[in-house]
């Protein structure tokens, strides 16, 4: 029998390699409801406001929304009166889809929450590449001296003002 030839072998590759991109895609069909993976938490329905609570909650969004993975949040006191404050915020977003960022705020008492998400169809396929983020969040309203908590998808940075 004759050796074979290199046309062989990269036939062989690019049909291992369909193989494993089909089985790749079923198994995360499988895993998402309505093109959302089933793990990704859900930011509460809320129009932006400083006065009106924002959570994470089952009850959601419409279909596709999706919290960014946020790793790190800075404070930074801008020197005004009433004190000014914004969030340097880095992270990634899990998949390699481009959306716009949406930011949804509120604050209560001492207590601001953060949501950075975007919403993307229910059908849409990404590849599977995180993408690095980062940005500056410059929070609604005044600031007045005292300790506050904020939360930024589940991150929490307490703070003396």
Do not use: K
């Not at 499988?30 to 329905?45: E, H, I, N, Q």
């Amino acid at each position: 029998m004759s050796e074979p030839q290199p046309i062989d072998w990269f036939t062989r590759f690019i049909m291992i390699f369909v193989a494993f991109m089909l089985g790749f895609l079923t198994i995360r069909q499988s895993s998402t409801t309505s093109g959302r993976p089933m793990d990704t938490p859900d930011v509460a329905v809320a129009q932006p406001s400083v006065d009106m609570p924002i959570g994470v909650s089952p009850a959601g969004l419409s279909d596709g929304a999706s919290l960014h993975l946020i790793e790190t949040v800075e404070v930074v006191v801008m020197e005004s009166f009433p004190m000014q404050v914004a969030l340097n915020v880095s992270g990634y977003i899990p998949d390699g889809c481009a959306a716009p960022t949406q930011i949804l705020q509120s604050r209560d008492g001492n207590m601001v929450m953060v949501r950075v998400f975007r919403t993307l169809p229910p059908d849409v396929m990404c590849a599977a590449i995180a993408a690095m983020y980062s940005d500056t969040i410059h929070l609604e309203g005044g600031f007045e001296p005292g300790h506050y908590t904020f939360d930024v998808n589940g991150v929490i940075v307490e703070v003396d003002l």
